[in-house]
């Protein structure tokens, strides 16, 4: 039995507890209908599938095979159901690609993307996702980028499914010269936008920095 490991709440579900179900472990993060699949995948690829504590950098991740260690995948254990998903048909698409391609190829180039869409497509015929989700993803799968946060109109539609979402506060909503922190305590004065992304200023060392429109912060009274 390939092991699901659960960092979240430090529990191993593994050969240690045979008579635990990977598919109702699952079932906790994933939409209805979506664990059956995606436990076949654990088995099928001889998969470690961790679900990890929150990560600000990233939603789930994917290690190749290493040091006698077989393929890893890890995902966040604080997303919503479908965007869990998401991330997790993204990361067995990084697998799947590396055992045809080896590191021959770029990580999100013609092959992860052909991957990626032909991964994705059962959960469609399953009627998985919302409508807003399904048209979402059907318009990323066009081009999917090197994350599901890159784009916007598909994070946004994700996150519409957040257990909390109506309190945060996100950079595009800011008013420019505004002022705002991190999680991590930074404290950053919004300038124009640049494209894509907000041009800002980390008011004690004047760096600059560009921040996705969709970044969540906490607005802050205005410093010197």
């Not at 290493?66 to 048909?89: C, E, W």
């Not at 979402?165 to 640049?194: I, M, N, S, Y």
Request: with cysteine; glycine share 4%; proline share 6%.
């Amino acid at each position: 039995m390939h092991s699901i490991v659960d960092n979240a709440k430090k529990t191993i579900f593994d050969q240690e507890f045979p008579k635990l179900d990977k598919i109702k472990v699952l079932e906790k993060y994933l939409p209805e209908g979506a664990a059956p699949l995606v436990g076949r995948w654990i088995d099928y690829f001889k998969c470690e599938f961790k679900i990890s504590r929150s990560r600000n950098s990233k939603f789930g991740d994917y290690r190749p095979p290493f040091g006698g260690k077989g393929h890893r995948i890890s995902v966040n254990h604080n997303l919503n159901p479908y965007a869990f998903l998401v991330t997790t048909v993204h990361e067995f698409a990084h697998l799947h690609t590396w055992n045809q391609h080896k590191h021959l190829i770029k990580p999100h180039g013609a092959e992860w993307k052909s991957n990626f869409k032909k991964m994705m497509q059962p959960f469609f015929e399953k009627h998985v996702f919302p409508p807003d989700i399904t048209s979402a993803i059907t318009a990323y799968l066009n081009n999917p980028g090197a994350s599901s946060c890159s784009d916007l109109n598909l994070y946004r539609s994700l996150r519409k499914y957040d257990a909390v979402h109506a309190t945060a506060t996100t950079v595009e909503k800011l008013p420019v010269k505004a002022v705002f922190k991190l999680k991590d305590g930074r404290v950053f004065r919004k300038e124009e936008q640049l494209r894509k992304r907000f041009r800002c200023i980390e008011v004690s060392t004047k760096r600059i920095y560009l921040f996705s429109p969709v970044a969540e912060v906490e607005l802050v009274e205005d410093v010197a």
